[in-house]
């Protein structure tokens, strides 16, 4: 890996809805001093790199442009939003074949410019995904990190603020799981200011279970609702990828909800699933176990049988 202390450089590779609005937080939130546009459109990587530069006198000083795949030998962090995006009525697993094709030759061609750093994917569906760049880089499994839950858990919290009248920073709550229609919450660790969620109902009434059943089906649901509106869902990926990708570069240690590698974990082996993690210039530190509930443990180990599946079809020798 590059040393500390170096220029940072992030190589986004993709530079659709999701890649373009990543690059805008980036500037906006001055996370890195270099930031290189690779797309397979390379006109339109130039547009975006040139209209990103001409808003930078009104932001941080941050070097801009397109370039390729050798952009990425001296990049600390690929992040990858290239791929088939999520059409109306279709799941992201459905979105597996295709896109399985495509970071086959993205891999390839990253490696091969003798890029040593961490990658991020947030391509869906991107726990399969974040697999398969790991298979395909060879790089050690706590520097291929997927985006996973961390937009779930935004949601999660973003909803249950509105219900409970509180800031969104002050309410700790995660979902785990894939990225997609099998989550899960996690109601036995939110916590509202420190105070447990159960402990909260208790005393101020609400929220009801129905309630909290309620704010979850929406934020499972809520990329079909988004996407059944406008197309595709981008803004709130791109903040929480801005998120993990400052995680790293400052070495901040922070507990983010990811796509990470199962290595006994939650009695999990060999897939990446959505767990909370320590996050910092290593890439994975380590995966935070919490204490489930029996029925949540049940939910989750389902939820890891199906991106077995989903893997197995990328992968058949896969167990």
């Known amino acids: 890996m590059k040393p500390a202390g170096k220029v940072s450089r992030v190589a986004l590779i993709g530079s659709g809805f999701v890649g373009a609005s990543y690059a805008f937080a980036m500037l906006n939130q001055g996370v890195a001093s270099e930031f290189v546009i690779i797309d397979l459109n390379h006109k339109k990587a130039e547009g975006d790199a040139m209209d990103l530069n001409h808003g930078i006198p009104f932001a941080s000083n941050m070097r801009i442009w397109a370039g390729d795949y050798s952009d990425c030998k001296d990049a600390d962090i690929v992040v990858i939003t290239a791929g088939a995006n999520q059409a109306p009525g279709e799941t992201r697993l ?7 094709a ?16 961490i990658f991020i994917v947030a ?34 919290r973003s909803l249950l ?10 309410v700790h709550a995660v979902i785990m799981g894939e990225h997609g229609d099998t989550e899960l919450p996690i109601w036995s660790h939110v916590n509202v200011g420190g105070m447990p969620l159960e402990d ?18 929406n934020v499972r649901d809520a990329a079909y609702h988004i996407i059944e509106r406008k197309g595709a869902t981008y803004y709130g990926i791109a903040m929480g990828l801005a998120r993990l990708t400052k995680a790293v570069l400052r070495n901040e240690n922070s507990i983010l909800s990811v796509s990470a590698r199962m290595d006994g974990q939650y009695g999990l082996n060999d897939l990446y699933i959505g767990v909370p993690a320590v996050i910092g210039r290593e890439g994975i ?5 919490l204490k489930l509930t029996p029925n949540e443990q049940l939910k989750f180990e389902h939820s890891a049988t199906v991106m077995k599946q989903a893997i197995k079809s990328i992968f058949p020798e896969h167990v």
Do not use: C
Request: net charge negative; proline share 4%; aromatic share 8%.
């Open 285 to 289: 530190r380590d995966i935070i176990e």
């Open 123 to 156: 391509t869906n569906p991107v726990d399969v995904l974040t697999y398969a760049t790991w298979k395909y880089s060879g790089l050690p499994a706590n520097r291929v990190i997927g985006s996973g839950t961390i937009l779930d858990s935004a949601r999660l």
């Open 102 to 117: 495509i970071f086959k030759h993205i891999i390839d061609a990253v490696m091969k410019s003798g890029f040593d750093g």
């Open 200 to 217: 909260f109902q208790a005393t101020h009434g609400y929220p009801s279970q129905e309630k909290l059943d309620e704010i979850f089906v």
């Open 161 to 170: 603020s509105s219900e409970l009248k509180v800031d969104p920073s002050s």
């Open 94 to 100: 459905d979105l597996v074949g295709k896109n399985a």
